[in-house]
């Protein structure tokens, strides 16, 4: 079944063609140049984009796949949760297209996507359901229990910022351009994670759950203290005891659930995903405690429309699919089910 996938629920316009969990074409196109400039994504400028790029991401995406809108089956569309105004520009596209060819329209969740990119190159019997899902984004930080491919349940989640977003604040204090997250993991590479203190919170009544903003702030008073000092941040030590304390949380709230609740298989995904630390890490501590870890391609780690694709062929095999009266929302739980 070939279904043409549409993404733009933040700075990425990209459209894929996907078989099943085969991807057939993969096409991005980032925004992130021009978002840079002011340090995050400006909503306003991205809508416009959006509308700009989206019919050639979509004919380089048929074109790529060898196929033309005839041949596909249905047409799928991340519809929430991201920016509304980047969302409409995706879903009335695709309901345009879905309306004209007279396909099936299929409603996509943008984290379940995210989970979805950790079953393309996988043969159904190497990974299913049932697992447990870190999901860590720039908006986003949960911990999900996936009972089947559109059967969630949250059972952890971030109390303030996301995971992605406390990477690139921090960043971004230390000097590094929008978004820090992946830069940060490479100047941590070079650096000394012992050298500044850094808390870890915890939250309390929720064991699974997480916090960031008190280590975001404890890195922003850091950085302001020594410069009243006139003392310089040392960036890569800083950079590494960041991402250090990160990775402590996240390992541990996901090492613990998936004991506690007897998941045998974890399953990262979301931008943050692509940091090498949390790959290497989790790898570990998954193989000591006999836990299957799966990780997403680096490529398919960011927002993509071959995850999209291959989520919306799911949401098919349920029967979730929308009529032409379909909306965008900035926040859907990933529990919510769609009719
Ligand atoms: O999933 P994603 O592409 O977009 C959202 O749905 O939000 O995630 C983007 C986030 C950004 O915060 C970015 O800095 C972070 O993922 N990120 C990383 C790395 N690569 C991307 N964070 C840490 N280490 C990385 N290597
Ligand atoms: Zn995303």
Redesign the pocket.
């Known amino acids: 079944m070939k279904i043409l996938a549409i993404e733009s629920?933040?700075d990425?316009t990209a459209a894929a063609v996907c078989d099943g969990r085969e991807v057939l074409s993969n096409i991005v196109a980032t925004q992130v140049a021009e978002h840079r400039i002011y340090g995050g994504v400006v909503p306003e400028i991205a809508s416009r984009r959006h509308c700009e790029a989206i019919s050639g991401v979509t004919r380089e995406a048929l074109t790529e796949a060898g196929c033309t809108l005839d041949e596909i089956d249905a047409i799928g569309v991340t519809y929430a949760p991201?920016l509304i105004g980047s969302l409409l520009v995706g879903v009335n596209f695709a309901k345009g297209l879905a309306l004209s060819s007279g396909k099936p329209l299929i409603p996509v969740h943008?984290?379940r996507s995210?989970i979805a990119a950790n079953y393309i190159g996988r043969t159904d019997d190497r990974l299913k359901p049932p697992f447990l899902s870190l999901v860590?984004?720039?908006?986003?930080s949960h911990l999900v229990e996936v009972s089947d491919y559109t059967d969630y349940r949250i059972v952890g989640r971030t109390n303030d910022d996301?995971?992605?977003?406390c990477?690139?604040k921090t960043?971004r204090c230390l000097g590094m351009s929008y978004?820090?997250?992946?830069e940060?993991?490479?100047i941590a590479q070079t650096g000394n994670a012992d050298r500044y203190k850094l808390p870890w919170p915890h939250v309390d009544g929720s064991p699974y759950d997480f916090s960031f903003s008190g280590l975001k702030t404890a890195v922003i008073n850091q950085v302001h203290n020594a410069a009243q000092h006139g003392e310089q941040i040392d960036v890569p030590d800083m950079a590494a005891a960041i991402?250090r304390r990160?990775c402590d949380m996240l390992i541990d709230a996901t090492v613990r659930a998936a004991t506690d609740l007897g998941h045998g298989t974890v399953v990262l995904s979301?931008?943050?995903s692509?940091?090498?630390e949390?790959r290497a890490r989790m790898s570990d501590e998954c193989a000591h405690r006999g836990i299957t870890l799966f990780y997403p391609e680096l490529k398919y780690?960011?927002?993509n429309a071959a995850m999209v694709g291959v989520q919306a062929y799911y949401e098919y095999l349920s029967g979730n699919l929308a009529d032409n009266s379909l909306n965008a929302y900035a926040t859907m739980p990933i529990d919510n089910i769609f009719k």
Do not use: M, Q, T, W
């Open positions: 629920s933040c990425e991201g943008h984290l995210h860590v984004s720039g908006g986003h996301a995971a992605g977003e990477f690139d960043a978004p820090g997250g992946v940060l993991d490479k991402r990160v979301g931008g943050v692509a940091n090498s949390l780690c960011g927002d």
